[in-house]
C-alpha cells in the first residue's frame, strides 16, 4: 500500500524546487482554477499559460495522474481527462491529489524563493 501524501508531497517538490516568482504565480493560479473550476480547466490553465513553466508543471501532474493509474495512458492530456471525467470517484480524487500537490508545491516554492535571498 502507497502512502499517497508522500507522492503528493514528491511532486510537490518537484515542482516548487528552483521556483522563481512566475512559478510560484503559476502554482498560486493554477491551485485557484482547480478548486474552482476543475481538473479540466487546470489542464485547460496550463496550457493557455506562459509564465512560469507551465508546460512542465502540466506534464509533471498528468504523469502523476497516470502513475497512480487515474489518467488513461494517452498522448493528449485531454483526451484522457475525457475518459477520466466519466467515473466521479476517480475525478474527485485525481482533483483530490492534485489539490494536495499543489498547495505543498506553494511551499516549496516559498521556501525556495527564500533560500535563494538569503543567499
Known sequence: MQNLDIQCATLAEELGQ???KARKS??????GVLQDQGL???FLFLKASTRGNPRAVSDACASFLRKHGLLPD???VFDGLKT???QMDDLLF???LLLHALAYARYHAQVSQEGEAHR
Open 26 to 31: 503559476l502554482l498560486t493560479d493554477g491551485l
Open 84 to 86: 477520466l471525467c466519466s
Open 18 to 20: 528552483g521556483a522563481d
Open 40 to 42: 479540466y480547466a487546470f
Open 94 to 96: 485525481a482533483r483530490e
Open 74 to 76: 494517452s498522448q493528449d
